[in-house]
């Protein structure tokens, strides 16, 4: 029904940037909240960046200062801007999309997972 695709991760070293997309398509009737997630391995799935239906956003203190949310029209697509990045950032990074559906006059309120993109960063 609704799909969300990643890209734009890879392989850095420390200090570089990289500049994370994420597109959602599929039966949307509209999009709500937009967040950014990583994982890193063995370790729990953080919250990393938020943008709100009205475009407020928010940080994790990890990367307050160095990563920047924000989104196309329509909320889409989003992004996720990451400078000066450190070892520590590595991880999976994933998009998780707040939307409302509409189905034969049904309307639903889902959360959608993007497949997740790697990020690397070495010393």
């Known amino acids: 029904q609704v799909q969300l695709v990643e890209s734009g991760g890879g392989l850095v070293q420390a200090g570089g940037s990289l500049r994370l997309s994420c597109a959602a398509s599929?039966?949307?009737?509209?999009?709500?909240?937009r967040d950014w997630y990583r994982q890193a391995t063995g370790e729990q799935r953080d919250l990393v960046a938020g943008i709100g239906s009205g475009g407020s956003t928010n940080y994790a203190a990890s990367g307050k200062g160095r990563f920047t949310i924000s989104r196309g029209e329509a909320k889409n697509p989003v992004y996720l801007q990451m400078n000066s990045l450190k070892p520590e950032d590595t991880a999976v990074y994933y998009c998780?999309?707040?939307?409302?559906?509409?189905?034969?006059?049904?309307?639903?309120?889902?959360?959608?997972w993007g497949q997740g993109t790697e990020v690397t960063v070495s010393s």
């Open positions: 998780k999309t707040d939307v409302w559906t509409s189905i034969s006059g049904r309307y639903s309120r889902e959360e959608y």
């Open positions: 599929g039966r949307i009737y509209s999009i709500n909240a």
